[in-house]
């Protein structure tokens, strides 16, 4: 699929790219890290502790470890996966992005459809290390292997045309444990209608049906494999050839609520979930953490300069840069409240009913 051939990071090139210290400044951390000679101590950002000598960064080597609670260590594309909690891929991914990394020079193609997010980028204090670092990248390296990356944040490149109606739909077990570790009550479920699917492309996966955006065909299914994936599985994954950015997670369903109610925007098809739960049923999903042109077109067509609508992203670096860039698209078409939380890693799925009426979500 097209989303996923545009990913393609060499991590190789990535590694030699970015330095340890670079990551710490763009996380903001570098005052509270001691410098030795080939080193960088301080107390460790993954498990946010508070021991300053329990993470240490070998600067020649440009890797780190955790001597305290996390007992790992890694190089650069460990430690943002670890920060991001997210696969190396997208850690790579990220880098790429945070830093200006020229994609073309990393064999990877350009992500045309977020110029807004490199701007914000541009002001950001690592950006000026991001400028060196492009002129520093080694000359262009083989590809890596093809490796899918479809966990589904971050649309890449700008797709085209439409997905067709599937024609089938898959046989799910509702009752599979996942569904209620998660949070979701039997209605939930039903409602969205997710289930464990136990054989063909999705096996072994919890299937989540995505209707088209406005019509409300079933079009495809997202797998999401219950728990942490095995080593190499993506933690999602979507039929190939489905083109995500030309859909908006929800939007049919959301179309049926009240005009006047505002419409509020996630990433993720659980936080969609669980916000349904709460009473919030005016909800759809961008399957990632930024707006393509054709989810923008979409949502535009059915905004009225009255028509409110509450950006909630995950509270990380790529949920703030994306609803940052939501709002800017969105601002001229709607009255647009980006709902933000002090809790670095918060995500939608996880308010509570006594903070969505406090924000009147409900
Ligand atoms: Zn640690």
């Given at each position: 699929?097209?989303?996923?051939?545009?990913?393609?990071?060499?991590f190789?090139?990535?590694?030699?790219?970015?330095?340890?210290?670079?990551?710490?400044?763009?996380?903001?951390?570098?005052?509270?890290?001691?410098?030795?000679?080939?080193?960088?101590?301080?107390?460790?950002?993954?498990?946010?502790?508070?021991n300053?000598?329990?993470?240490?960064?070998?600067?020649?080597?440009?890797?780190?470890?955790?001597?305290?609670e996390?007992?790992?260590?890694?190089?650069?594309?460990?430690?943002?996966?670890?920060?991001?909690?997210?696969?190396?891929?997208?850690?790579?991914?990220?880098?790429?992005?945070?830093?200006?990394?020229?994609?073309?020079?990393?064999?990877?193609?350009?992500?045309?459809?977020?110029?807004?997010?490199?701007?914000?980028?541009?002001?950001?204090?690592?950006?000026?290390?991001?400028?060196?670092?492009?002129?520093?990248?080694?000359?262009?390296?083989?590809?890596?292997p093809?490796?899918?990356?479809?966990?589904?944040?971050?649309?890449?490149?700008?797709?085209?045309?439409?997905?067709?109606?599937?024609?089938?739909?898959?046989?799910?077990?509702?009752?599979?444990?996942?569904?209620a570790?998660?949070?979701?009550?039997?209605?939930?479920?039903?409602e969205?209608?997710?289930?464990?699917?136990?054989?063909g492309?999705?096996?072994?996966?919890?299937?989540?049906?995505?209707?088209?955006?406005?019509?409300?065909?079933?079009?495809?299914?997202?797998?999401?494999?219950p728990?942490?994936?095995?080593?190499?599985?993506?933690?999602?994954?979507?039929?190939?050839?489905?083109?995500?950015?030309?859909?908006?997670?929800?939007?049919?369903?959301?179309?049926?609520?009240?005009?006047?109610?505002?419409?509020?925007?996630?990433?993720?098809?659980?936080?969609?979930?669980?916000?349904?739960?709460?009473?919030?049923?005016k909800?759809?999903?961008?399957?990632?953490?930024?707006?393509?042109?054709?989810?923008?077109?979409?949502?535009?067509?059915?905004?009225?300069?009255?028509?409110?609508?509450?950006?909630?992203f995950?509270?990380?670096?790529?949920?703030?840069?994306?609803?940052?860039?939501?709002?800017?698209?969105?601002?001229?078409?709607?009255?647009?409240?980006?709902v933000?939380?002090?809790?670095?890693?918060?995500?939608?799925?996880?308010?509570?009913?006594?903070?969505?009426?406090?924000?009147?979500?409900?």
């Open positions: 699929m097209s989303k996923t051939e545009s990913r393609f990071v060499d190789r090139a990535v590694k030699a790219a970015v330095t340890m210290e670079q990551v710490l400044n763009h996380y903001g951390l570098s005052d509270r890290f001691k410098r030795g000679r080939d080193s960088l101590s301080g107390p460790c950002p993954i498990h946010q502790g508070t300053p000598t329990q993470f240490r960064v070998c600067i020649s080597k440009n890797c780190w470890n955790c001597f305290s996390c007992k790992c260590g890694g190089n650069v594309l460990d430690f943002v996966a670890k920060m991001e909690n997210v696969e190396p891929m997208e850690a790579a991914n990220r880098l790429v992005e945070w830093f200006g990394l020229d994609r073309a020079q990393l064999n990877v193609a350009y992500d045309q459809n977020r110029p807004s997010d490199r701007q914000s980028r541009d002001q950001r204090p690592a950006s000026s290390n991001g400028a060196a670092v492009n002129e520093a990248l080694p000359p262009p390296l083989v590809p890596s093809a490796k899918p990356n479809a966990q589904p944040s971050r649309p890449a490149k700008e797709e085209t045309g439409t997905n067709k109606p599937l024609g089938f739909r898959l046989e799910l077990d509702p009752s599979h444990p996942y569904l570790e998660r949070g979701l009550s039997p209605e939930t479920i039903d969205f209608g997710v289930g464990f699917c136990g054989k492309v999705m096996a072994q996966r919890i299937a989540i049906p995505i209707h088209a955006a406005v019509k409300g065909e079933l079009v495809g299914y997202a797998g999401r494999w728990g942490n994936p095995p080593d190499g599985r993506p933690k999602y994954r979507l039929p190939d050839g489905f083109k995500k950015s030309v859909e908006v997670y929800r939007l049919a369903e959301a179309l049926r609520e009240p005009s006047e109610q505002p419409l509020v925007i996630v990433e993720g098809f659980f936080d969609a979930m669980k916000l349904w739960q709460l009473g919030v049923r909800c759809v999903a961008l399957m990632g953490s930024s707006l393509s042109g054709a989810q923008e077109a979409l949502l535009a067509q059915h905004l009225r300069p009255a028509s409110q609508v509450i950006v909630m995950d509270e990380d670096h790529a949920g703030r840069e994306g609803r940052e860039d939501v709002l800017r698209r969105l601002a001229f078409k709607a009255f647009v409240r980006v933000a939380s002090t809790e670095e890693g918060f995500q939608p799925e996880q308010l509570t009913p006594t903070v969505a009426q406090s924000l009147h979500l409900i």
